[in-house]
C-alpha cells in the first residue's frame, strides 16, 4: 500500500483531500528507497528502541523521575482491568506504551460500536466514559508531547504522518467522547413519569 499509494485515502482528513504532506512527501520517496522495509525498520529502532530516541512511554512524560514500570505505568495496567480487559502473556510492552494505549482505545472504540448497534442503553454510558476518562486521565495528558517528539526526530515522512495522524485521532475523540458524554449522561437519567 506504501509503495502503490493506495495508503494515502486511509489518512485523507476529509472529502477531497490527498492526506498530509509528510506522507505524500515519504511516498514520493520511496521509488528511490530498494530496502523500503529495512530503511522502516531502522528508522522505528532509531525512534522507539534507541534510549537516544522518542520514549513511547506514558511514565517517561508524566512520571517525575521518567521511571518506566512505575506508579505510572501500573495505573494503566489497572485501568485495563477495571475495563475487564489484561495484557496477553506474550506481549513485551508495557502497559503504558503508546501502542497498546492505543489498542486499548480501538478496543473501547469497537467496543462502542457493538453497543451503539444493539442499542445497549445500561452498558454504552459506560463504555463511553470509559473512553472518555482513559483519554483524559493518560493519552491526552502525554501523548500530544510524545507525537510532537516523534515529529521533530523523524527523518522520513511516514512516522511524521503517523503521528500527525494520531493527533488528529486524539482532537477528534476528545470532541466525540465530549459529545457522546452528555448524551450517555442523559441516557442514565430515570424516566419521569406523567
Not at 30 to 50: I, K, M, Q, R, S
Not at 123 to 133: D, G, H, N, Y
Not at 135 to 152: D, F, G, K, T
Request: charged fraction near 25%; aromatic fraction near 8%.
Amino acid at each position: 500500500m506504501i509503495r502503490d499509494g493506495s495508503i494515502v485515502p486511509a489518512f485523507a482528513g476529509g472529502p477531497g483531500e490527498e492526506g498530509p504532506a509528510d506522507l505524500r512527501e515519504f511516498l514520493a520517496e520511496t521509488p528511490g528507497l530498494p530496502g523500503l522495509e529495512e530503511e522502516l525498520a531502522a528508522e522505528h529502532a532509531a525512534l522507539f528502541v534507541l534510549p537516544s530516541g522518542v520514549i513511547p512511554h506514558e511514565a517517561f512524560y508524566l512520571d517525575p523521575d521518567k521511571r518506566l514500570g512505575g506508579k505510572v505505568t501500573i495505573a494503566v495496567e489497572r485501568f485495563y482491568g477495571g475495563a475487564g480487559l489484561s495484557l496477553l502473556d506474550h506481549c513485551i510492552e508495557m502497559p503504558d506504551h503508546l501502542g497498546l494505549e492505543l489498542e486499548f482505545m480501538a478496543a473501547l472504540c469497537r467496543l462502542e460500536g457493538e453497543l451503539e448497534e444493539t442499542r445497549d442503553a445500561a452498558a454504552l454510558p459506560r463504555c463511553v466514559e470509559f473512553q472518555r476518562t482513559f483519554l483524559e486521565e493518560h493519552l491526552s495528558r502525554w501523548a500530544p508531547e510524545c507525537c510532537e517528539n516523534v515529529i521533530r526526530h523523524a527523518r522520513r515522512g511516514w512516522y511524521r504522518a503517523i503521528a500527525h495522524f494520531t493527533l488528529a485521532f486524539l482532537r477528534s475523540e476528545r470532541a466525540h467522547l465530549g459529545g457522546r458524554h452528555a448524551e450517555g449522561a442523559r441516557l442514565c437519567e430515570p424516566v419521569q413519569s406523567t
